[in-house]
């Protein structure tokens, strides 16, 4: 997730520098990190290449400016949500 500019980013140590799970972001922003990862590396594979060199900055830069607006508010029942999870863990 970016936090700043490309220099403090890349050089600065300030590119992901902590693992966030706001709402969208595992679904909208880490998938398509995998996806772009694993798709260069087979893409790599059937070609018989070394993988290329993924710019992470404009992928996250780009996904930041155009991703779909997420829900601010919870939505479902929490209560039996959790309920259902304790049956299922046996606690």
Do not use: C
């Amino acid at each position: 997730m970016l936090w700043g500019h490309r220099q403090a980013a890349d050089g600065g140590g300030l590119r992901d520098y902590a693992n966030r799970e706001w709402s969208g972001l595992i679904d909208g922003l880490y998938t398509l990190r995998w996806r772009t990862y694993f798709a260069e590396l087979t893409s790599a594979l059937a070609e018989e290449r070394e993988p290329a060199p993924i710019d992470w900055y404009a992928l996250e830069e780009h996904w930041l400016r155009t991703h779909p607006a997420y829900p601010t508010k919870p939505s479902g029942d929490i209560v039996r949500i959790a309920r259902k999870v304790a049956r299922a863990v046996g606690a």
